[in-house]
């Protein structure tokens, strides 16, 4: 892409003044209706050492309300991101609905600057242009705009603008060896480049090469680049139809023999007698408190998701699978509905910043799976949401096992009759009630539904690197040994 750029292009000062008026005023104008239209925006500038990147930025917020967007820096990683999947730290990063980030540098980090200087093996480069696409895709579906800029200079103007801020004590320090490294290797680091733009221009969140040599022009460029896509994201989103799923009393007939496929097969009679089971549990706790130090020692991450039928025994098994672990190693958190803040920003966004650093254990009571369950059911997102999310889910998932995590999810099976026995145990006892509510009664009016949406997502999200385990979990006791036994079996196999 870069072969046929032409560097020497430059517009005069006379004209520059004439169109970026008219440009500061059109973007002004556009924030305001993204605004309040709730649409965001991502601005990705990446480019040369000395190309610019800082001063564009400059130019163009100038024209923007300050109220309405931020600036992100990305450096190196610092050792809380490092201890992290690579992507976490941007997924934290993206702005709300109806504001502007804008990225002086960006997640291309990895595949550039860490490719060049040999901290990615070239094994895993693959994973991490894939990881960035998925990215990429899974917010431009969200109804992001992803503007992503490439300044573009030749080796000598590169290097003329290295000498020129290096001959001031006050710009000195912005010339770091890696980028004269990257001067002198000016052809490989371009490679490298060339390969990122081919492997990541997407219709969804295209490449714009932007020719840097005059600033004027790159400025014009820039301002023009960003109009364009802006205004070509609300024509639209006024075309789009948006679909409304409401599946109430409604089977998907696209299951077809699903339905029966994994929870109708469950042996609900298994279980344990109170002796065996605290025998067990015992044994196990132990073991758990001592793998918990090891995983520490090793640094490896775990992510534990807890799904079920209400009552399904979610609680209980998590309660004793923590019991003896150190308080400082994990965090239990509970999912409930989305709030104001966390509907602001793709549904995602608000599972990836509770994500465990590495040594650490995160354990969700409730998860992700609420987009393909409560939220298809219930008609809280539309069809073409539910059904892209087995994907994106899948995509999540995979960035975390890849970054060393242990994936395990749990779904508590009980039948229909155990949940009307639990409910009514929890009405009549004043210490419980609290855990039993009309949404819970109501749900249970939707159970077929439920079942269908279930054994989809166990289907279509159960893999070798998240696999799902079912929990036979009439019997209590049962249930909660089952959960011990897989996370330890898991975590001794890791570290075999």
Known sequence: MLEKVDLTKKISKEEYKDKISKLESEIGKLQRQYREWNIPVMIVFEGFGAAGKGLQIGRLIQSLDPRGFQVFAIKKETEEERMHPFLWRFWTKT??????GIYDG?????????RFEKRIKQSELPKAFDSICSFEKQLADDGNVVIKLFLDISKEE????FRKLMKNKATAWRVTKGDLKRNQRYEKYKQYIEDMLQKTDMDYAPWNIIEATDKRFATVKIYTTVISAMAEQIKRVKQKQVEVVHMAGE??????????????KVDL????????YQKKLKNLQDRMELLHGEIYRRRIPVVLGFEGW????????????TEKMDPRGFVVNPIASPSDTEKEHHYLWRFWRAMPKDGHIAIFDRTWYGRVMVERIEGFCTRQEWQRAYREINDMERDLADAGAIVLKFWMQIDKDEQERRFRERQNNPEKQWKITDEDWRNREKWEQYEDAVNEMLIRTSTEYAPWIVVEGNDKYYARIKVLETVIHAIEERIK
């Open 95 to 100: 702005p709300a609905r109806g504001r502007i």
């Open 106 to 114: 960006s997640w291309y980090r990895k595949v550039l600057i860490d």
């Open 158 to 161: 590169q290097k003329k603008r």
């Open 251 to 264: 089977a998907d007939a696209a299951l077809g023999d699903l339905q029966e496929s994994i929870l109708a």
């Open 269 to 276: 009679s298994l279980s344990y007698t109170k002796e065996e």
């Open 310 to 321: 209400d009552a399904g025994g979610k609680g209980g098994a998590i309660k004793r699978l």
